[in-house]
């Protein structure tokens, strides 16, 4: 669409000049520029309460619902697919939080075993060690008997 500014007669004012093309007999020539709407920003508060509006809207309480608050249907049924998305990711996380509890328990219960069994070859091996020296002890005096017995 195309508006005309200003007369054929009258002067052209500096804004008129700055503003595009003349058109025939003098006449400001300016394309109508559409306006753009800025992108809507909802908060994850507000989506979650218009959700939760939507479903418990009955038959028909829906349509009202979008016209008070300026939506549309395709915006609730995205919303909704956001809101099951998310569900989806918090239920996972607290899988893996679960997994990960379950994880740290059995690793504490391993590394008591182990601390135990280490323990226990400690005792096992001063035991084995004890005996050596016990062997060699009555060894020794079992040859100093048979030395002591062969000389006599």
């Not at 058109?23 to 920003?41: D, F, L, M, S, W």
């Not at 994850?44 to 979008?66: S, V």
């Not at 909704?80 to 059995?106: F, H, V």
Request: net charge positive; charged share 35%.
């Amino acid at each position: 669409m195309v508006r005309i500014t200003g007369s054929a007669t009258g002067p052209r004012s500096e804004r008129s000049e700055r503003r595009g093309p003349v058109g025939a007999a003098g006449v400001a020539v300016e394309p109508e520029i559409p306006q753009v709407g800025k992108k809507r920003r909802h908060s994850n508060a507000y989506k979650l309460r218009i959700l939760q509006e939507a479903d418990r809207c009955g038959r028909g309480e829906l349509g009202a619902l979008l016209r008070r608050e300026g939506l549309y249907h395709s915006t609730i049924i995205k919303w909704r697919s956001w809101r099951d998305k998310m569900a989806d990711i918090t239920s996972e996380s607290s899988k893996r939080q679960n997994n990960r509890t379950e994880l740290l328990k059995e690793n504490q219960r391993l590394q008591a075993e182990n601390l135990r069994l280490k323990l226990k070859i400690e005792r096992v091996e001063g035991l084995l060690d004890l005996q050596k020296k016990a062997f060699e002890l009555l060894d020794a005096m079992n040859q100093d008997d048979t030395k002591s017995g062969s000389n006599s």
